[in-house]
């Protein structure tokens, strides 16, 4: 499930939305936290003020980031986000930014560094979770999820990682494989490419290197007749006709 | 028309309908077809808010189309609002309380005479901005109507942005508002003699365990003097 890979571990989880599913945000992150029985709290815009004030430990939906930036100038936003990451009463904070609907292009780079979950949604089957470990290197995985069919299930889609020996491995393959053979010749191969003269190249040879039977410029059709042969005869077909 | 209407959802009980036109093109025969199907509706009420075009624009389409608008506003059926004639002189904190005074100042009228199926119109959204009001201040304006839309069972409003290609942040955040979203470009391959433009069909879904987008489809369309012609991409081709 797609909820154990982002609910319960990291204290700001980040969804960046590059789809628009913006309508649809509060529904997704709500069925993350029934699938873990998390108990959760929405903030809406007025409130998130009141937010600093909770007292039970809560996980918090805030509302998307494009309806936040038309109420808090860029400076107050990121000081508030700050402010209730680091609020111990809250343990654990969700936010919702669809590019496309954003003004502020500060704003994407600074809380994809406030994060510490930060969930890509690129296309309607693919989505990626780049996690930033405390003791160790970020990890960024890509899964496949069904989000906006009301299942939250993913699969995680495995890229391998290129490795150059097998890189090698598989150019000389290729090249085995191959028909033609365009360019990159041995020595011995390009002697004889420029030594071997092609039929079109005979007609400009010098005259000695020519066999005696050769006729230059010489052509001519030669064609035998056969029985059933009908030739026009050479009297006018008109001749009859008196103009 | 009646082909123009019902492939635009105006017939569907849709409650937020939003228009994108780019800036090289006009789409104000899509209010002019909306308006006539409005009127034809038995008790129904409309508030045009005439800001891109007059009202003498509206009245003369309207009477190429078949309808009468100056009789409509007689009857009480339609009701008008000209910013330009008593807004312009406002600052943009009063111009938007303004229009929203208008709004339910008109609605209330409306509902007092018993009409049902309202629909207000605003033609163009972005003509505000000429004005001086903010992207973020028309957006917000947006989420008021919608908000005022999804309260009242039997209102529904279209809004069209204009240069919307220009105003894309004002443009993407009304998209997700939407029920039905059009949008009306030139051809990108040129001007050609028997077409005037493509619109964009988008039916959104509104139920939340289903896809966004319901239906999604492509018209070409040709504006004549009294009808507006519509064919498929693809239709026209080569006749050897």
Known sequence: MLSNYIVGNQKFVLFIDEVGLEKRSNNIIEQLLKEQNVVYEKQDIHNVELSRKINSKTAIIIEPISKLELEYEESSLMLLLQELKLNKNISQLFAWVTTKNIRSQILIPFLEYLSDSTVYVTSESYLSILTKRQFANALSKVYQHDLLKGKTAIHEKKISRINPAEVEEFEENQKLSETFKIGDFTAHELEAKKNLKLPFELINLPAQNKSKDDNKGDGKIVYTPDDLDDFDEEEDPDDDLIM | MALLVSACGFTEPRKFIVINEAHDIESSFLISALIGQRLRLQNSGLVLICCHQSFKYYDACGKKLGYNLSMSVSKKCLRVVEPLKDMINLKEDELIKHLMDEINNNLKLLEDDNKKNITIIIDDLSFFMSLGCSEKSLI?????????????????????????????????????????????????????????????????????????????????????????????????????
Do not use: C
């Open chain 2, 140 to 240: 917000k304006l947006g989420l008021k109507l919608h908000e005022l839309s999804q309260k009242k069972d039997s209102l529904s409003f279209v809004l069209k942005v204009g240069l919307s290609d220009f105003h894309s942040y004002l443009s993407n955040n009304l998209e997700d508002l939407a029920d039905v979203l059009l949008s009306v470009e030139r051809l990108k391959s040129g001007k050609f003699w028997d077409v005037d433009g493509r619109i964009t069909i988008k039916k959104m879904n509104m139920q939340s365990s289903i896809p966004l987008v319901e239906s999604e489809r492509s018209l070409l369309y040709f504006i004549g003097d009294h009808n507006v012609k519509l064919s498929a991409p693809g239709e026209f081709g080569l006749k050897v």
